[in-house]
């Protein structure tokens, strides 16, 4: 037998691929072989992040301009892909942004913006990619979710709705595309160093510390962090794994005291 987790071959489409988790989840894809293709708004992030993965993995990479929030730029990136590559295997639908306050302040713009981009652009994606997969017989979707798929956040009730709605999509398009050899799963991120999370470091004095002491394995997660996971869910290994979730959060969701005393 080969190697289940090689991706020689495949094509892998990253969202929000141009930095943080999204980054270390198109590493992952390449790094076992796969051909990247970013797809996010600033263009000359994603250039510089479509350079190092080909300097670093040799493998074939580039990049889309793509807004999710906006179903025709969907449609015309996912269609670039598809003309560029001739195949998607692998899609994973990881931009995502956050506004945090308290319930009664937010404006309905903001929250149509955080729904607009984390859940129904994760949907429009996984719909667009759809044909090409069903023809190839064959296609992994790798959502990220978040701590809040399962749990509250006082600061975050739109992100929280969309990181649970993205979960629960996860679950039903993985019933709905298991015939078509479709496997749709879910990745709930912990603590993780990136912008985003940056933001809210500046916002909440303490955090940073909060989340040394409050995560088992005393760090905050790094975007590498998301390579393995992204390779297993990505290849043949995974081949009997459909709407499941699996956190990558240093144990965080484990939390308590034992740690200290054991
Ligand atoms: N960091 C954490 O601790 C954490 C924890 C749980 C879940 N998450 C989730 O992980 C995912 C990645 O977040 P991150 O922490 O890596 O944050 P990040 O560094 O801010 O990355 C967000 C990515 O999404 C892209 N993006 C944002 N709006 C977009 C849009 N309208 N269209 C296309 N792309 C868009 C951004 O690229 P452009 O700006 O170039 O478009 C960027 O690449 C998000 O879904 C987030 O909710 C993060």
Redesign the pocket.
């Known amino acids: 037998m080969g190697d289940l987790f090689s991706l020689e071959g495949k094509v892998s489409l990253v ?10 989840l198109a590493d992952g894809f390449a790094m076992k072989g796969s051909a990247v293709v970013i ?5 000359d ?2 250039a510089e992040a479509v350079a190092d993965i080909k300097k670093r993995f040799g493998v074939k990479a580039s990049g889309i301009a ?5 179903p025709a ?1 969907i449609k015309a990136g996912i269609k670039k892909a598809l003309d560029e590559y001739g195949r998607i295997d692998v899609l994973a ?6 506004i945090r306050k308290m319930p009664q302040d937010y404006a309905v713009e903001e929250w149509d913006k955080i729904i ?3 859940i129904r ?1 994760a949907f429009l994606c996984s719909q667009a990619v759809y044909p090409a997969m069903k023809k190839q017989g064959k296609g992994k979707i790798i959502n ?5 798929s399962l749990i509250g956040l006082g600061k975050a009730v739109p ?1 929280g709705v ?2 649970m709605g993205i979960l629960s999509m996860t679950y039903s398009m993985a019933l709905a595309w298991a015939r078509d050899h479709i496997y749709v799963n879910c990745i ?10 940056k933001t ?1 470091r500046r916002d909440f004095p303490g955090l940073t510390e909060f989340v040394e002491q409050r995560t088992p394995m005393g760090r ?2 790094e ?1 590498a962090d998301f390579m393995g996971i992204a390779a297993f869910l990505a290849s043949d290994a995974s081949d009997f794994i459909t709407g499941e979730y699996i956190r990558v959060d240093g144990g965080f969701a484990q939390h308590g005291n034992t740690v200290s005393f054991t």
Not at 15 to 24: C, E, P, V
Not at 93 to 98: F, K, S
């Open positions: 969202t929000g691929g141009n930095g943080g988790i999204g980054k270390g797809a996010a708004r600033d263009v992030k994603t793509m807004d999710v929030a906006d730029s639908n990881n931009a995502g942004i956050n607009d981009i984390n652009g990220t979710g978040s701590m809040t992100y969309s990181k709930l991120p912990g603590w993780i160093d990136t912008p985003l999370t809210a905050w997660g975007p």
